[in-house]
């Protein structure tokens, strides 16, 4: 089975353990601090992502003052990006009801499909990016 249940860590903290077809999600409602990393292929998007959905929507009608979110998809699928698509634009409620919010947006330094995705999703959304390239980690042979 490639989807993991979400857990809730504490009241705070909202967590799905990454499989080769889903991301890590871990949500710090307290503190603000949303990630999700990994990739985003599952065969039923709509069954990963709507407790994920569900999750922020709990935590918009409570936000921190600030909300710090790390995006760091190596790859995605259609049905994912819409979802992820969603989420952003929830973020431009927070954005437009006067709380800080800043999005991270991480990609390998050699991946220019995910760099431009994510300035496509930083055109349609009044959420501040920032775009952070790391190099990709080789593994040696020994």
Request: net charge negative; with cysteine.
């Amino acid at each position: 089975m490639e989807l993991r249940k979400p857990k809730t860590v504490s009241m705070n903290v909202f967590t799905i353990e990454e499989t080769p077809k889903t991301p890590y999600v871990n949500f710090d409602l307290e503190l603000g601090n949303l990630e999700i990393t990994g990739r985003s292929v599952p065969s039923d998007a709509e069954n990963f992502w709507e407790p994920v959905l569900e999750k922020f929507e709990t935590y918009c009608n409570h936000p921190a003052q600030e909300t710090h979110v790390k995006i760091n998809l190596e790859y995605f699928n259609i049905s994912s990006s819409k979802r992820l698509l969603f989420l952003l634009y929830k973020m431009n409620d927070l954005v437009e009801r006067g709380f800080k919010v800043e999005i991270e947006w991480c990609y390998k330094e050699n991946d220019e499909d995910m760099y431009e995705v994510g300035r496509d999703y930083a055109f349609m959304v009044k959420v501040p990016f920032n775009f952070v390239s790391y190099a990709e980690e080789v593994a040696l042979a020994i």
